[in-house]
């Protein structure tokens, strides 16, 4: 069974740094792209970029090239997502999804989603 | 703004039928397969439409998917209660280079 676990909900001051993470398991981890997709409070979803942990090879959303980091560690089956200066405006729930297999699909398996709260 | 573009909401009768429609373009929708997510309350989007029109197993045949052009719809059969949630669509988009949604479409079944 295809599962992806993400880490806790963090809170943090606007300044801050975090790193969160996505472990995936029941399928080869290095073999797909991982997704980071923003959920504001009631708001859509938003695509942040994608990794292929097999290489590394990363390409982020215009919107958030330069605002977030994206990485994996094909090693430990996990990847990455991390900030170096938090604003109040990341607070919001950040879900790692794996896609689908075949070149140019979308979203197959959902992480349960990581809460960010950004507050002074 | 999203690059696809859905309806934000939509209501039906339990027991009726309702379509959620999805719009796109040559760079996304024209080109690549549509996906369909479930989102209830509270909870991550769950699949439940790949590849314009294939059910995962344990999604009822109520559900169903169609694409023709550079748009998308989800039709759902014989509303229930519990199909009350946001329904997105997605697809990957040649232009951006990742996968794209729509704004999201809640369904009220009332």
């Known amino acids: 069974e295809v599962q992806l676990v993400q880490s806790g909900a963090e809170v943090k001051k606007p300044g801050e740094s975090l790193k969160i993470s996505c472990k995936g398991s029941?399928?080869?981890?290095?073999?797909?792209?991982i997704a980071w997709v923003r959920q504001m409070p009631g708001k859509g979803l938003e695509c942040l970029g994608i990794i292929y942990p097999g290489d590394s090879d990363t390409r982020y959303s215009p919107s958030f090239e330069g605002q977030v980091t994206i990485s994996a560690d094909k090693s430990i089956n996990t990847a990455y997502l991390q900030w170096s200066g938090l604003k109040a405006s990341d607070s919001a729930i950040y879900y790692c999804?794996?896609?689908?297999?075949?070149?140019?699909?979308?979203?197959?398996?959902w992480g349960q989603g990581t809460l960010v709260t950004v507050s002074s | 703004q999203s690059v696809l573009t859905q309806p934000p909401s939509a209501s039906e009768t339990p027991g009726q039928s309702v379509t959620i429609s999805c719009s796109g373009s040559?760079?996304?929708?024209?080109?690549?397969?549509v996906y369909w997510y479930q989102q209830l309350p509270g909870t991550a989007p769950k699949l439940l439409i790949y590849?314009?029109?294939q059910r995962p197993s344990g999604v009822p045949d109520r559900f169903s998917g169609s694409k023709s052009g550079t748009s998308a719809s989800l039709a759902i059969g014989g509303l229930r209660s519990e199909d009350e949630a946001d329904y997105y669509c997605a697809t990957w988009d040649d232009s951006l280079g990742g996968p794209v949604f729509g704004g999201g479409t809640k369904l009220t079944v009332l």
């Open positions: 999804a794996r896609l689908a297999s075949g070149s140019r699909q979308a979203i197959d398996y």
């Open positions: 590849k314009n029109n």
């Open positions: 029941g399928y080869t981890f290095s073999l797909s792209w």
């Open positions: 040559s760079s996304n929708i024209g080109r690549n397969n």
